[in-house]
Structures are given as C-alpha cells and as structure tokens.
C-alpha cells in the first residue's frame, strides 16, 4: 500500500487530522533542508510536501516565489530535490513524501523515466499545480506503472462537472485550494471554504486537504472542521528563511510547527 493512503487510514482511525507542511527543497539552504524535514516530522507532520524549485511559479506568491529563487541559485534542481528525498529515506522509512511542483521539470526528464527515479528515490505521491486533470493519461499511466500517486487541485472556481472529474480520478488525497488567488496570500475565508469542503468531501473517493491562507494554529483549526488535513506552507517558509544554520532551521520547524499539531488534536 502506499505511504500517503497508509497514513490516512491510520489517522482515520485514530480520529486526527493530517498536518502536511511544505517546505521549498534547497531552503533556506541545500544542507538545510532534509534535517528540517525530520524536524517538521518530530513535531507531528504526517506528511511532507516539499517544493521542487521552479523558475515560473505562477501559482505561488511571493514567499514562495523568493524561496524558489533561492534554491535554483544554489543548484536545487529536480536531480537534487530527488537526491534529497533519498536521504531523507535513510532515517525515515515511514513518512509519505509529496513532491509539489510543476510540469516542465518532470516533462524535461519524461514521465516514465521521472516516475521511476522518484519512487526509487522514495517519493509517494506528486502534485502538479499547472497539470490539466484532461491532459494527465501520459502522466497518470506512468505514476500508475510505478506505484506513484498523482495528487490532484480544485478550487473554488472549479465547475461541478469538472469536480466530478477530480473526485474521480484524485490519488492520494485531493488537495482543495481555500481560496482564488496565490499561496500566501490573506484572504482565508473560512466559513466559506468549510462549506465548499463540505460538499466535496461528499463526492471525493480520497482524503480531502485544505491548503492556501492557513498561517498559524487558529486557521489549521478553523480549516480541520470540514478537512481531513491541513497544509501550510507561505508562513513556515517565511520562518525558515530566517534561519542562519541547518540547526537554526531545523529547530525553527519546529517550534512553528507545534502549536498547529496541538490545535489540530484539540479540535
């Protein structure tokens, strides 16, 4: 079974909701970025999503755009990103890990030969933000060939008919944008989202996850009434682009991450 629909049943199970932070892979520095993921993990991460750093990120705001940035800079490639994963492996067998991103990187590599290297490196699942459902067959063959989940997005834009399409064919979990707009940005309407939430959860064969606008312990709770999980992403790495040592950012994961796995186990 895979590691993300292994971990969801477990957490059904046990009554919790997900806390799925994301981090930008090579920041604030490539030595950085695998002990944070322990890190985000000790302090009750369920899973990781960590962001391949991409030149065009148009539906990241500026935290992440500057964070993408950074890493390219520094030489974190898909390559390396993969390479990262690999080690995180070595002292983690359990935690699924998301790779969040877009199409050209995988595209460059192919999608068999991408899909193949990512579960080798121990990726279990992928997120495209730019990835047309409609236009996914090749994707999804070679994701499906590998054992590699292809997480899907809706929005609040998204059209009835086009979230059937979502519900049916989302792995993993289905990951609901809480608001039109970019990451980062403060527009989180809650009670809103919560009611959109509502409704897919009734049509979705998977988890639904709510991401976008959800900064601290209050919104992950406020959001965890309809979600099954919660992502934040802007917030944490904002705070760990302060950080001046893999130790100093590590120890920032978390001492940021804490209070929201306490206030999602409260609500």
């Known amino acids: ?33 695998v002990p944070a993921m322990h890190a985000l993990v000790a302090a009750g991460a369920d899973v990781v999503e960590l962001g391949v750093p991409f030149s065009d ?7 992440i755009q500057r964070s993408s940035e950074r890493a390219i800079a520094r030489g974190a490639g898909l390559g390396w990103v993969l390479q990262a994963v690999a080690q995180f492996r070595q002292g983690d067998a359990d935690t699924p890990v998301v790779l969040m991103g877009y199409l050209n990187p995988i595209e ?13 490196a121990g990726v279990d699942g992928v997120l495209l933000v730019d990835l047309p459902p409609e236009e996914a067959a090749e994707l ?8 590699l989940a292809l997480i899907l997005l809706a929005s609040p834009t998204t059209t009835d008919e086009r979230l059937a399409l ?12 809480s ?22 959860r009734q049509q979705s064969r998977v988890p639904v996850v709510a991401g976008f606008g959800i900064k601290d312990a209050a919104s992950a709770a406020a959001m965890a009434r309809e ?18 040592s893999a130790q100093a950012a590590a120890q920032a994961a978390r001492d940021f991450l804490a209070p929201l796995r306490a206030a999602l186990d409260a609500a």
């Open 1 to 33: 079974m895979n590691r993300i629909d292994a971990k969801f049943q477990q957490l059904q199970a046990a009554g919790r909701k997900a806390l799925i932070p994301f981090l930008t892979a090579g920041d604030p520095s490539l030595e950085a970025t």
């Open 57 to 63: 990120p148009m539906a990241d705001g500026p935290t």
């Open 108 to 120: 460059i590599r192919g999608a068999q030969r991408f899909a193949h290297d990512a579960v080798a």
């Open 140 to 147: 999804r063959a070679a994701f499906a060939q590998a054992g």
């Open 166 to 177: 979502l519900c049916d064919g989302a792995q993993g979990y289905l990951y609901y944008v």
């Open 179 to 200: 608001f039109a707009g970019v990451t980062g940005a403060d527009r989180l309407d809650a009670g809103a989202a919560n009611d959109r939430l509502h409704r897919i």
């Open 227 to 244: 979600a099954e999980g919660v992502v934040v992403g802007s917030a944490l790495v904002a705070v760990l682009a302060e950080a001046a």
